[in-house]
């Protein structure tokens, strides 16, 4: 359906490395097959989204990337998913999933905070990583919730709890918590579906910036959403990746008529 | 920032503390059920060769070898009547006011601090209670009423803690459905509630009875006799009017009493007797919470929200 | 356009109201009383409440006419059914401590263990199959586990420790430590699988292991749950009655040391209670006594437990 060779962006002179890319990957809860042999290409420090109707698959495509569906049983991954420079495959069974999370975060449709301090949230990953130095975590702490523009509002209250900040904070706060440990990339999985429209705002805005050093992987129902702060948007419908392309042309001139009717609004 | 490496070496580190985990985490399991083998097996190596129908049937004896447990479940059997019949509808009533009825007030609040409390208490506490206030200011003697009373206000916590989790398992619609077609609270109480409820209710009480049926300690505190050789007069009789409350005077002993009593004494013969009682004991509280697994099966598979 | 004579929707003609049967009446009137009724029941769990300090204190207070509470805290002797008699608590109050103390030191990390075990790694098919024996251990009555400490778990402790007495306090309170464990690991566990999947995910997406997300988030996020299943274990440790009674032995001793026979409070509680002492005399106070002891430590633990509780409620 898509024509991989084609796919040079037109958006910038020089082309984006590729980051990370999916080859014929399939998925299964148990019996049933919710992927169907995907294929996409990442962009290095771009930002792709994946959008298309609820149970199109997009978010379990999200989840491939960082090996969450390993936590549940009876999962099964098919194909892969290359990870570059070094082109290893993410969803291999001989790779160990926990290297992969260390190295691809992921920030969640609703805010998760950990019931611990804004600190020690920001904290949670560098100590996972045996970095204890108080030095060293208060930088990185700072720099994370700088990077995730929430830094003024909380360095007076680094100490209380996540909970008494606003959803909208929240979510920015899991955010600097993925940012904190320099992930290669970071995977948003509807990150704005619970907040209002303000707090979306400033999160869409705060995804904006952050490609400029990191690569990002948003999965959005909102098309709205994905034609803002994408480069590449790919749209899903029934496990299969219909269309992949810069984002300009998926909204205004797609080559697809299911993806015209989705992103007119005549379906989904 | 950290390199490939030394993250390598960082995951490798966490997996062997994960895996070791996994493993003290299945050794202290391991402990739990290899101690319960060897108590089970130890009771049934010692105890099934007293096993018998007249070891059933025979009451206690200053010969171990004829000393039997007659008089000992019978006993527990009327003492479990008393304490259901006592503590099932004062908790289900109580567990019904609290999830149903009662306004978020401080009367409410200090009751349900109280029942939480209440079931921390220590069962020979119930003891003391029972020998001051049952016994000697009501003066219903050291019998089977005291005994079964004893114990119901033992259970009472878990009946209406069990109660109360099994009315709050049903939906609010349904209670709104039967106000909608006009029925009056303890209608929709009455009619649909505590018909649904019925199997997590049934469950709670039957694990209630059955920590009743092997608890001792406060009955020991009343004052029941170790040493029983006959049997409480019979609850029906052929005469009118067939019925015959004497019993519930009547002084008793229970097989858990029993079984410490045998427990107790040097002789090695009588420690035989004591883990046959055991084995018998046993069977009942596995019947009971068999019962209680299986019901609590039932009503989950029959109703599904 | 609709004019005024000529009304949209017309209005019927008035007709009956509801009536006020008196049949709706008596149905009130069921309903208050049967709402008395289920108040009443509720309300009863207090007079309960009450029958108990009220009985501890009564009996108490008769003791403690007759004994001074300096004495009954300090005196290092408790003989009361002598004719040198001497009431001091601390030999009671020490067999409770040792004996809970081994107990609680047993219980409290392998309920722990366990119960992280069974929420955080156990696969489903285990936890279906080690379930029920847990619940079952639970169910033991307690003069079974005596039987076992007295004639399995003693004679096994006395290979080890040659010259270890027939009964004592070690083999009391291990075998009280695996009947708790069951209490404390379920109620664990419970307050640890409530800890929302959300927040378990967080910790995975950074990459830590489920030994790192149980002990850096779940266990932390689970304190409260966890805090009242350890003041559960407590009270049970200290109010065992049985166990203690038939493996601890019933002689009051003044030790520190585990190996050593001792009498616990409940175990003195029921030593009294099986012999015949008649009513209103000193020696059938001290039961009471000792009883309102046991219930204050209790008491005391419970209130420290609620504390524990709300600082570290559940937030999530």
Known sequence: MVELAEMTPTVTAAPPALKAESKNVSFFYGAFQALKKVNVNIADKKVTALIGPSGCGKTTFLRCFNRMHDLYPGNRYQGEILLHPEGVNIIGPEVDPIEVRMRINMVFQKANPFPKSIYENVAYGLRIRETNSRSVLDGKVEQALRHAALWDEVKDRLQNLAFALSGGQQQRLCIARALATDPEIVLFDEPTSALDPIATARIEELIGELKKSVTILIVTHNMQQAARVSDYTGFMYLGELVEFDVTGKIFTNPSNKLTEDYVTGRFG | MTSTTDIKAIIRRHRTRDAAFAVLGMVCLLVCIATLMALLVDLAIDGVGRLSPGFLTSFPSRFPGKAGILSAWVGTILVMLVTALAAVPLGVAAGIYLEEYARKNWLT????????????VPSI??????????????????????????????????????????????????????????????????????PYSTGGILTGVIIGLSRAIGESAPLITIGALTFIAFLPPAPVQRTFPFVNFDWLASPFTVMPIQLFNWVSRPQQAFHLNAAAAGLVLMAMTLAMNGIAIYVRYHSRKRIKW | MTTATAPLI?????????????????????????????????????????????????????????????????????????????????????GTLVTAGVALAFALPVGTVTAIYLSEYAPHKVREVVKPFLELLSAVPTVVFGYFALLFVTPLLQRIIPGLPGFNMLSAGLVMGVMIIPYVSSISEDAMKAVPMHIREASYAVGATRFQTSVRVIVPSAMSGISSAYVLGFSRAIGETMV?????????????NPTEPAATITAYIVQVALGDLPHGTIGYQTIFAAGLTLMLMTLAFNIAGYFLRKRYREIY
């Open chain 3, 244 to 256: 203690v009674a038939i493996a601890a032995g019933m002689q009051p001793n003044f030790t520190w």
């Open chain 2, 125 to 194: 506490v119930y003891g003391l209670m029972a020998l001051g206030l049952f016994v000697y200011q009501f003066h219903l003697g050291q019998s089977i009423l005291t005994a079964g009373l004893t114990l119901a206000l033992l259970i009472l916590p878990i009946v209406i803690i069990a109660t109360r989790e099994s009315i709050r398992a049903i939906p609010g619609s349904i209670r709104e459905a039967a106000y909608a077609l006009g029925a009056t609270k303890w209608q929709a109480i009455k009619h649909h509630v505590l």
């Open chain 2, 109 to 120: 609040t200090i009751i349900e601090i109280n029942i939480a409390n209440l079931a921390g």
């Open chain 3, 10 to 94: 017309r209005r019927p003609p008035t007709a009956t109201r509801f009536a006020r049967r008196p049949a709706g009446r008596i149905k009130r009137l069921r309903e208050r009383l049967i709402e008395t009724l289920l108040f009443l029941a509720a309300a009863s769990s207090i007079a309960i409440t009450a029958g108990i300090v009220g009985i501890l204190f009564f009996e108490s207070l008769a003791f403690f006419k007759q004994v001074s509470l300096v004495d009954f805290l300090t005196d290092r002797q408790w003989t009361p059914l002598f004719d040198d008699a001497h009431y001091g608590i601390l030999p009671l109050l020490s």
